[in-house]
């Protein structure tokens, strides 16, 4: 179970193991319970989710309502050298409205804020499947971003006043422009990325630049390379622009506060 909570003093994170049978999830629906931790969805379709952290730094007790449309973006996208390796992903809230209480170190924290919500699943080796991941949203756009480093593999979509397109492969570059140093993990990471995507009609151009970034290491067993996620949030600004008539023009700005991941791997 992993949290990880940005603050103005800096990030406070929880990389929890719990046994296997500390695990349960539905069937028919998207409930997850890791030991005392949950996340699941009422009935009324509000998505709710609460824990602890082992360590009783942070606690949390969330709802997340839709603001946007879900859509399927990945049914059993191949994503690693082998053929069985295969991801789905759909993002149930590309925007939500989130509310509750953040509880750190013993101090309550009123949320009220925009979120994101989706769901992975399928089979793969983790360090087989590394990713670019990025999510922006405003009140009249969201933006996703799945990328498979190395892999000719992955999807940018742009939802502008409920219109959604979506880039392939081949019409889209996302290319890191600055690099940090992780001295501990001793890896580089990306902390300013350009994306431009383009399929003749709609047009965007976003730099993501980081603001806080924390990463999160997962304790492979030999002989598998750890997994390293790099957890940043990141300021987003940029332009939309539709082929009207023959000529580019401007229809949304991009501009504010979003959320990224990439991912590295060392021994």
Known sequence: MVAVA???GGTVGAVDRYPVGEFEAGEASADVRIGENRAWRDADGVYRVAGKSL?????WELEYVADSAPWFAADRMAVGRLGW??????VQMPRARVTGTLTLD???????ATGYHDHNWGEWIPTDATWNWAQFSSPRL????GDFIGKPVGIVALDLDGARTVFTPDQYSLVHTRWGWDRVNRLFFPTESLLTADNGAVRAEITMRALATEPLRGELPWPL???IIYEQTARFEGLVRERVAGEWKVSALVRGAGFKEWTGKRY
Do not use: H
């Open 6 to 8: 940005y603050t103005a």
């Open 55 to 59: 360590d009783g730094r942070l606690e």
């Open 85 to 90: 390796e295969e991801m789905s992903w759909l």
């Open 106 to 112: 013993g101090r309550p924290i009123a949320v009220r």
């Open 142 to 145: 969201s933006l996703e971003v």
């Open 225 to 227: 390379k750890d997994l």
